[in-house]
């Protein structure tokens, strides 16, 4: 099986925002595993392919994690 990496960003319901790198094969399994792997539970969450969102980097459209 082959894993890709995401770039997960979420924020719980006291207003702390995560972001970090999750292997998974869909972005939504990579957001539940990385919740899971903080203890953390998201209000609101998104994941992003972590080659886009180099891309998106090197352009300066994104932060850097």
């Known amino acids: ?3 890709i ?3 997960v960003s979420g924020t719980t319901a006291e ?3 995560y972001r970090g790198i999750q292997k998974a094969m869909y972005g939504h399994p990579a957001i ?3 919740a ?3 203890g953390v539970s ?3 969450a998104s994941a992003e392919k ?3 969102f180099d891309n998106f980097l090197a352009e300066g459209k994104r ?3």
């Open 63 to 65: 932060k850097p994690l």
């Open 36 to 38: 899971k792997a903080n």
């Open 42 to 44: 998201f209000v609101s």
């Open 32 to 34: 539940a595993f990385f």
């Open 5 to 7: 990496e995401w770039v």
């Open 15 to 17: 207003g702390v925002t």
């Open 50 to 52: 972590k080659i886009n």
């Open 1 to 3: 099986m082959n894993n």
